[in-house]
Structure formats: structure tokens, C-alpha cells
Nanobody, 122 residues
Framework: QVQLVESGGGLVQPGGSLRLSCAAS????????MGWYRQAPGKERELVAT???????KYRDSVEDRFTISRDNAKNTVYLQMNSLKAEDTAVYYC????????????????WGQGTQVTVSS
């Protein structure tokens, strides 16, 4: 009932920048939290950054000074601006959206994007 479409991944040299986008669509009444996670080969999925409906943000320590999460509530879209990229940022990045559906009970939902590959290499 809620679809997420990610874009913006790719190959970039160390020190470069990328901007990820994730647009949510479907029977959405409202969105609470939006976030980005990543999973590198052989590792567990980890939280990168989240943004609440209040605009409050959280980051994992290793990206706090380099990444910026933002959202456009009118477009149900979350962004991740990634600067000063390092080889250790290489991973598949997934967006996560939590909110409520348009139905009688305003049921909660949590949806994941399909993932977008970010590769940082010279």
C-alpha cells in the first residue's frame, strides 16, 4: 500500500559527494519517521540517519559531520546528502519510512526501499 522509490546511488571517488532520494507514494495519511540505513557486504544493516516529523535528526557517529538528512513533507520524500565520502561508506543504502495509512483505523505502516548501491572507490 506504500511504495518507496530510491534514486541517486552510484560510483564516486573518495572525497566526492552523492545525494540520495526516496519518494513515498500510496495510501499515506501521514509520515512520522524517515531514515536511511546501509548494508555492506558481509555486515549487518546499520542505521545511517533518521529525521522525525518534527525535523529532529539523528546520525551515526561516523557520518555526522559529512552527511545531512532532510525531508520534503509535501512530496513525501527524504534525502541524504553525502559529502566527503570514504571507501568505508560503500554499501547498499535503504530508505525507511514509518507512518499511518488512509483507512478506517489509520493503521501504522513501515516500508523499505529497494536499495541503491553507493560505491566509493578510486
Amino acid at each position: 500500500q506504500v511504495q518507496l522509490v530510491e534514486s541517486g546511488g552510484g560510483l564516486v571517488q573518495p572525497g566526492g559527494s552523492l545525494r540520495l532520494s526516496c519518494a513515498a507514494s500510496g495510501s499515506i495519511f501521514g509520515i512520522n519517521a524517515m531514515g536511511w540505513y546501509r548494508q555492506a557486504p558481509g555486515k549487518e544493516r546499520e542505521l545511517v540517519a533518521t529525521i522525525a516529523d518534527t525535523g529532529s535528526t539523528k546520525y551515526r557517529d561516523s557520518v555526522e559531520d559529512r552527511f545531512t538528512i532532510s525531508r520534503d513533507n509535501a512530496k513525501n520524500t527524504v534525502y541524504l546528502q553525502m559529502n566527503s565520502l570514504k571507501a568505508e561508506d560503500t554499501a547498499v543504502y535503504y530508505c525507511n519510512v514509518q507512518g499511518r495509512l488512509i483507512d478506517v483505523g489509520l493503521r501504522t505502516f513501515e516500508s523499505w526501499g529497494q536499495g541503491t548501491q553507493v560505491t566509493v572507490s578510486s
